[in-house]
């Protein structure tokens, strides 16, 4: 409100001015019993706003009607584009190849009507969060996969192999969440394993990672792709040594806490659960003295 107030008293600049709000990432504020975001396919992390006010009066028309279609965050550098150099023909420059065939916005914009995507992708791989330092969140697969239309959504948690972006099958966990039905809609019964959706859904998820999300990269980008990931695997190794060290802290401050409010003779007692989860009774006390 403040900028478009402040652009109001300059009519000069307001005349060549187009103002985009949006945001990286939802919250889930509490939703799936969750907090922060990432780590999920959720769509209270994963949908956001988009507005867009056209102080030329050019772009946008029918402002009144929101826009339902499907977009995606990667068409906003294209809609950028397009309002920079006035036309859609940026998208024949084999510069911006990469990114040429992403939705137009600009179309929808100023029909109400125009078609949106089939599909949109949802890929999360965070690897720092404080929310996963408890060993179940740690060991919990943190490569997710989503693939939305307008009549569900799939998604796959997966590992990787170390220092490579080659999912594993092992330990695979998958959510279907079909919006036919108001339990799918909320997001809360996962029909994996059960529903005729699927098979179409995970097909779709496989052709959007190789033809969408993994899709070649031009040669000028390729150095910068190489050194971001060798960047991501080094980060993730120094957090998984930090989140270790956090959790036995927790641990053995949760254990102290405990033990200080146990009767003297009691102490003894209490079972110390390592990281790895083994379980050490303190010498002198608890079953046998000793690990088990």
């Known amino acids: 409100g403040r900028v478009l107030h402040t652009l109001s008293r300059r009519p000069d600049v307001a ?5 985009i709000f949006t945001a990286d990432h939802g919250e889930y504020g509490a939703s799936h019993g969750l907090r922060g975001k990432g780590a999920s396919a959720y769509e209270e992390a994963t949908r956001i706003p988009l507005i867009v006010k056209d102080l030329r009066g050019i772009l946008t028309d029918e402002t009144e009607t929101p826009r339902t279609q499907l977009t995606s965050s990667v068409d906003v550098t294209p ?18 190849a990469h990114i040429a065939s992403r939705l137009p916005l600009a179309p929808i914009l100023g029909d109400s009507g125009a078609p949106g995507r089939e599909y949109v992708v949802h890929a999360t791989d965070e690897v720092v969060t404080e929310f996963a330092v408890a060993p179940f969140a740690a060991d919990a697969p943190l490569h997710v996969v989503a693939v939305r239309t307008p009549r569900g959504k799939y998604a796959s948690y997966t590992h990787w192999h170390d220092d490579r972006i080659t999912p594993s099958s092992v330990g695979e966990e998958n959510e279907l969440y079909d919006y036919s039905t108001h339990r799918g809609r909320l997001e809360i019964d996962n029909v994996a ?4 959706l699927e098979p179409r859904m995970r097909k779709l998820l496989a052709d959007a990672i190789a033809y969408e ?4 990269l031009p040669v000028h980008l390729r150095h910068a792709h190489a050194r971001g990931f060798a960047d991501y695997f080094s980060t993730a190794r120094a957090n998984a040594k930090s989140a270790a060290a956090r959790r036995r802290i927790a641990d053995e401050r949760d254990i102290g806490s405990i033990e200080a409010q146990m009767p003297p ?3 003894g007692s209490v079972q110390h659960v390592t990281p790895s989860g083994g379980v050490v009774a303190p010498a002198g006390g608890g079953a046998g003295g000793g690990r088990r």
């Open 79 to 96: 809609l950028l584009l397009t309002i920079a150099t006035g036309s859609e023909d940026w998208r024949r420059d084999p510069h911006y």
């Open 265 to 267: 003779r009691a102490r």
């Open 213 to 216: 999300l993994r899709a070649p």
């Open 193 to 196: 394993g059960e529903s005729p």
């Open 15 to 19: 005349a060549n001015t187009v103002v």
